[in-house]
């Protein structure tokens, strides 16, 4: 989940240049609104280490949750611009990869004689 907790910064980080691209446009302050709303969840999961199956599917509930809310942000620009945003384009498919990432590690089970090892 480390790897998973690094990505979902690096996503964040992307997301805040999103916004600031979205200012730059002159796009409506909703669709700002929209995507910061997504970036919390992921932004409240990414300090926690999630050892246990209830906090890894917090984790993919927050991915899930980010995915829509960037997917919703991209539909809203592009409608009020007309123009392609590949930033805007490329957030949805990153939170979609995210979101199968958790989906896909949410059942694994710590192997108590192995230091983080996982078992899948």
Known sequence: MGRLRLCCCAVIL?????IFQLYKSDISALAMIVLAIGILPLAAI??????DRRARRRVVGACM????AAALTAIMAMNES?????????LPAMGALLSLWAYLTRNRRRV???DHYFNG
């Open 14 to 18: 992307l997301s805040c240049a999103g």
């Open 46 to 51: 990414t300090p926690l280490a999630a050892s």
């Open 65 to 68: 949750a980010y995915t829509v």
């Open 82 to 90: 007309g123009a392609f945003n590949p930033l805007l384009t490329a």
């Open 112 to 114: 108590s004689s192995y």
